[in-house]
């Protein structure tokens, strides 16, 4: 590690298979003296305690969760269509297959149907990241917003969801991102629904992996997420790629919250037709 002045840097990526195995992390790393839940705290900026948020890790919060589907129902109806159409042949449809016709074929008239995707997987990174101004509800509803595209943009073509957090310290130097992949297929709705909408989930559980490493307060490399240049330095250090889409941390005006409608709609225009 080098150093600048007192402080030490830190340059790692941690990326969990699964929401279990983080939680197996943490677990160990208290046990082991090395997070300390108590400096968790601040439960009502955070939306829960550690402890709390701990326990509903895996299991997440029926009422969360319930919220969550509410909030993704309202906005998926709203979404335009992403389906492929495509024609297959049926004993019933549009027009008819003269070819199969003439042979006798029952399947002899074509109908419209959803043609499978042969496209490329896309990864997702999703920041849980947000400033100290964000609520706790707007948190939720942004993670929401990520969910629904994730679910929309998965009947296309394949996903890889990852739920990201960009910590630093007062080194300029540090970044400590931590990455958590979430099983799109099928969806374990309570445990996606908690990563990605809990905002303990990030201010108390990802912060605190981040304790062991020196997380204090700032984001990765004491930058701003919304400026290009820190948000290409992340995704040049978590090898995003040109075809993958980094959804950066939340700062005081987000799209997904302003206006996820059209913040979904357009990411499907570019990922989901291709």
């Known amino acids: ?150 679910m929309l943009l998965s009947e296309r073509r394949p996903v890889e969801l990852y739920a990201i957090n960009e910590l630093g310290n007062y080194n300029p130097a540090t970044a400590i991102i931590t990455m958590i992949r979430i099983d799109t297929s099928p969806l374990d709705m309570a445990t996606a629904s908690y990563v990605l909408t809990a905002p303990a989930m990030s201010r108390q559980l990802m912060f605190g992996y981040g304790d062991h490493l020196g997380f204090e307060r700032f984001f990765s490399w004491r930058g701003n997420p919304l400026e290009a240049w820190w948000q290409q330095k992340v995704k040049d250090f978590i090898g995003c790629t040109d075809d993958d889409l980094y959804i950066p941390a939340s700062m005081n005006t987000d799209p997904l919250m302003v206006n996820p409608v059209t913040w979904i709609n357009a990411q499907l225009e570019r990922y989901a037709n291709v």
């Not at 990526?13 to 992390?25: D, L, N, P, Q």
Request: aromatic letters at 8%; one cysteine or more; glycine letters at 6%.
């Open 1 to 150: 590690m080098a150093r600048t002045g007192n402080r030490a840097s830190v340059q790692v990526v941690k990326t969990f298979a699964s929401a279990g195995e983080f939680a197996r992390t943490l677990d160990d790393l208290v046990t082991r003296g090395k997070i300390d839940p108590a400096r968790r705290s601040n439960a009502g900026w955070a939306g829960d305690t550690y402890d709390s948020a701990r326990a509903h890790l895996m299991t997440g919060q029926p009422d969360a969760v319930e919220r969550a589907r509410a909030i993704m129902e309202r906005i998926v109806a709203e979404v335009a269509p992403t389906a492929r159409p495509a024609w297959d042949r049926a004993p019933a449809g549009y027009f008819p297959c003269v070819p199969a016709y003439l042979a006798g074929d029952p399947a002899c008239m074509f109908r419209r149907v959803e043609e499978p995707s042969t496209a490329a997987p896309v990864r997702v990174f999703a920041s849980l990241g947000a400033n100290t101004h964000t609520t706790a509800r707007d948190m939720e509803a942004r993670g929401c917003c990520i969910l629904a595209f994730a």
